[in-house]
């Protein structure tokens, strides 16, 4: 095997690439089998929640592409950051969709739950896998402490975008088309947290329930000496 493809193989390895990429076509092919069985596009929005749960997985590995390839490419690095902090909440929204689920024949029950988990399963996968590999470059810029602070804030806005998302209908570019609307509505949940009990309870469960799969995920990894 030539030495470059070798290290672009040994590169996709260590970001996950390869299990990613069998996840989502597992869950493909099951969305194209039931959209054949059954005549009926339900669930399609899976298809493109998938798509821009990908986006923050590509912006990690663009990131991390950059930073082995050179130096001195910290402006480069910082952009890419932002903008993986911005849809990075697009990977876990995924498990949100089991809030369409519901008996949809001819296709059984029980296919369309698995069908819903396996995307979700996916999105969590993308996110817990790029947020590993921004964690790594923070930690190599200012520290283990500033990497683990970092990937706790990163979880927390998670939680909270997924909120937003779900129940407030916004969508990642609203950070940039309407960023004024955006800030306002976040603090009017964020100071006035008695009148918005399910606005705090859905977003401290979900970011828990997010560090607790990071946490295992890099136990995990560390294990092996990845």
Request: overall charge positive; aromatic content about 18%; glycine content about 8%.
């Amino acid at each position: 095997m030539p030495a470059d493809i070798r290290k672009l193989h040994d590169f996709l390895v260590e970001h996950s690439f390869y299990p990613l990429v069998l996840s989502t076509l597992l869950a493909t092919s099951f969305f194209i089998w039931r959209f054949f069985y059954s005549g009926s596009t339900n669930y399609i929005n899976l298809m493109w929640n998938l798509f821009l749960a990908w986006v923050p997985y590509v912006l990690s590995l663009l990131a991390a592409g950059i930073r082995q390839v050179g130096k001195g490419t910290w402006p480069v690095l910082l952009i890419l950051g932002v903008g993986w902090l911005v849809f990075f909440p697009n990977a876990p929204y995924l498990v949100t969709d089991f809030y369409h689920l519901d008996t949809r024949p001819p296709v059984p029950f029980w296919y369309d739950i698995g069908l819903i988990a396996v995307f979700a399963f996916t999105g969590c996968f993308l996110a817990i896998a790029s947020l590993r590999t921004m964690h790594l470059l923070v930690e190599e810029y200012l520290g283990g402490l500033a990497g683990w602070l970092f990937s706790l804030f990163a979880l927390a806005m998670a939680g909270l975008g997924v909120y937003l998302g779900r129940f407030g209908r916004w969508n990642s570019w609203d950070l940039l088309l309407h960023p004024r609307s955006l800030l306002k509505e976040i603090a009017l949940q964020v100071l006035n947290p008695l009148d918005n009990l399910g606005f705090v309870g859905f977003t401290l469960m979900f970011t828990s329930i997010l560090v607790v799969f990071y946490l295992m995920f890099m136990s995990s990894r560390n294990r092996k000496g990845g």
